[in-house]
C-alpha cells in the first residue's frame, strides 16, 4: 500500500500550507462578524476554496474554515483516487496505527495553559454563529475524546457542542460509543472526563467518524490513513491523550445527572434540530498554540457532508460485500445529504442479487431511505448517467422494492418520528436480455482523441473566421 502525504496531513497548519500551494484557500484580510457573517463566506466558497479569516472582529485569533470540501481533495491528502477513497478507507480500519506519546515541553498545544477563573470561551476564541435560528455560539469541529472508564481504550468523535457559560458546554451525545462511557461512568455517580480537541487536518476530522467498533481508537485510524503514528500529549488535568499538534484543547468533564437545555441548531440535512435537555460539559483548563487558529465547520457543507459521507460509503461497501461479493463502489449523494440516498454499483451474476443489495444496503444503517443499484459500467458519481439508468434500465412493476413502517432519521421531518419508508430501484440489466437491447451508443476512437490537435484558438490562422459564415 502506497503511504499518504504524511507532510501534509501532519498538522492543520500543514494542511493549509498544502492549501496554500495549490491556491485552494481564500485569505480574507477585511473585518468579520463572529455572527453568520464567517458562515456565509464559507458557504459561499463551499466545493471551492478553503476560507482563512486573519480579522475576526473584538478577536486577534484567525477562523479557517471549509478545509476539505471536494472528494478530491480528501482524496490528494490519502495519496489515492476518488475512487479508491472506499477501499483505502477500509484498509486503514482494518490495519490501525497505534499512536505515538510525546512529552508535553514538546507538545505545541500545551505551550500556552489556561485554568480556573481565566478560562472564558467566547471571549477567548471567536466561536461562530452559523445559522439564524441556531441557539447561539456552537463550536462544530471540536474532537471529543474521552477514555472508556472499563477498558482504557479512547475514543474520538464530534458533537455539536453550545456555548452556555464561560466554562459550560451543551452537548448532544447521540446513543453511540461516548454515550456508552458517559453512562457508565454516571452510573456510579461519576463525571466523565473528555478534552475537546480543536484545529485539526481533515484526515484526522476524517478519521473520527469512522464506523468502527466500540473499543477501536479512531487516533488509530488517523494514523493509519495517515502512514504515520499520531503524536499525543497527556492532557495537563484529565487523563486523556490528545493529538499534540493541534491547536487548541478544552480539558473538562461530563456532568453526572445533569442535563439543560440546548438548541436548536441547524444541523446536516439543512433543518434545525430541536431544542432539549442534554449532557452539559464543564471545561476546568484549556492549553493551546502560542497563536492559535480556530476551527470551524459550517454545518450542511460540502466539508460536513463529506466527513459524514465517505466514512459510511467505506462502511457500507464492506456490508454489501458481505451480501453480493461482486459490488464494486458505492456513492452517498450530496443531495441525499450523504446519508439517506446511496447509489451502488455491482457486477450481477445471478438475476435477483441487485434486489438483495437494496435490502442490504437498508439493513445496513437506519439513514439509508433510497437506494437505485446499477451495473459496473454506470459511473455512480456521475449522476446525470445514474439518472439515465433510472430512465432507461427500470421498470416500477418489477425493479421496485418499497419497505413501509422501518426505522429512518429522525433529523427527515418527512418521517414520523423516524420511522420511514424505503424505496429501492433495481437499474440492473436483466441477465436474460438480448446482447443489443443495452448496448450503450458508442463512436468507434472517441477516447483515442485528444481535441488539442485539432482546435486552435485562433481561428483565423486556418482561414476560418466570422465572414466565413456571413450569408
Ligand atoms: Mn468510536
Known amino acids: 500500500m502506497k503511504q499518504a502525504q504524511t507532510s501534509t496531513s501532519k498538522s492543520l497548519r500543514s494542511w493549509l500550507g498544502h492549501l496554500s500551494e495549490n491556491d485552494e ?3 480574507i484580510d477585511k473585518k468579520v462578524s463572529l455572527d453568520y457573517e464567517i458562515a456565509a463566506i464559507t458557504k459561499k466558497l463551499d466545493g471551492k ?18 478545509t476539505a470540501t471536494t472528494r478530491k481533495q480528501f482524496a490528494d491528502a ?38 480556573g477563573e481565566d478560562v472564558d470561551l467566547l471571549k477567548m476564541f471567536p466561536i461562530p454563529v452559523h445559522h439564524e435560528k441556531d441557539s447561539g455560539n456552537y463550536i462544530s469541529a471540536g474532537l471529543s475524546i474521552a477514555k472508556d472508564p472499563k477498558t482504557g481504550s479512547q475514543n474520538v468523535s464530534i458533537h455539536r457542542l ?15 460509543h461516548l454515550y456508552n ?40 485510524i488517523a494514523g493509519a490513513l495517515k502512514g504515520e503514528a499520531v503524536p499525543v500529549v497527556k492532557c495537563k488535568t484529565i487523563d486523556v491523550y490528545v493529538p499534540a499538534n493541534a491547536e487548541i484543547v478544552l480539558e473538562g468533564k461530563i456532568l453526572p445527572h445533569v442535563r439543560e437545555p440546548e438548541g436548536p441548531f441547524g444541523e446536516f440535512p439543512k433543518y434545525y434540530g430541536p431544542r ?20 470551524t465547520i459550517v454545518p450542511a457543507t460540502y466539508e460536513h457532508l ?54 442490504a444496503a437498508f439493513a445496513a444503517h437506519y439513514d439509508v431511505k433510497h437506494v437505485v443499484v446499477v451495473d459496473d459500467e454506470v459511473d455512480i458519481f456521475n449522476l446525470e448517467e445514474v439518472e439515465w439508468a433510472i430512465a432507461t434500465r427500470f421498470q416500477a412493476e418489477k425493479d421496485l422494492v418499497v419497505v413501509h413502517g422501518a426505522l429512518g432519521s429522525k433529523l427527515d421531518p418527512s418521517t414520523d418520528n ?51 459564415f456571413e450569408e
Open 276 to 295: 432539549s435537555d442534554k449532557e452539559v460539559i464543564e471545561i476546568t483548563t484549556i492549553t493551546h498554540r502560542r497563536t492559535p487558529i480556530y476551527q
Open 306 to 359: 463529506l466527513l459524514g459521507g465517505i466514512p459510511r460509503e467505506a462502511s457500507l461497501l464492506r456490508v454489501l460485500r458481505n451480501t453480493v461479493p461482486t459490488v464494486t463502489n458505492v456513492h452517498l449523494t450530496f443531495g441525499g445529504t450523504c446519508r439517506y440516498h446511496i447509489i451502488v454499483s455491482m457486477k450481477k451474476r445471478n438475476e435477483g442479487e441487485a434486489k438483495n443489495v437494496i435490502f
Open 418 to 468: 423516524g420511522i420511514s419508508s424505503k424505496l429501492g430501484f433495481d437499474c440492473t440489466v436483466p441477465l436474460a436480455s438480448e446482447p443489443m437491447e443495452y448496448e450503450q451508443i458508442k463512436i468507434p476512437g472517441m477516447d483515442g482523441i485528444n481535441l488539442d490537435e485539432y482546435l486552435f484558438n485562433d481561428p483565423t490562422l486556418k482561414g476560418v473566421n466570422k465572414e466565413h
Open 25 to 27: 484557500i481564500s485569505i
Open 49 to 66: 476554496k478553503a476560507a482563512y479569516f486573519s480579522n475576526v472582529e473584538d478577536y486577534g485569533i484567525p477562523v479557517v474554515a471549509g
Open 162 to 176: 453550545q456555548i452556555s457559560g464561560k466554562n459550560r458546554l451543551g452537548a448532544l451525545i447521540l446513543p453511540r
Open 181 to 220: 462511557f458517559y453512562k457508565n461512568a454516571e452510573e456510579q455517580g461519576e463525571p466523565l472526563e473528555i478534552a475537546i480537541v480543536i484545529g485539526v487536518d481533515p484526515i484526522t476530522l476524517l478519521a473520527s467518524q469512522a464506523i468502527a467498533p466500540l473499543g477501536q481508537d479512531e487516533m488509530e
Open 78 to 115: 490519502l495519496d489515492t483516487t476518488e475512487k479508491q477513497l472506499n477501499d483505502k478507507f477500509l484498509n486503514a480500519l482494518d490495519h490501525p496505527m497505534p499512536c505515538h506519546t510525546i512529552e508535553s515541553s514538546e507538545a505545541p498545544v500545551h505551550e500556552v495553559v489556561i485554568e
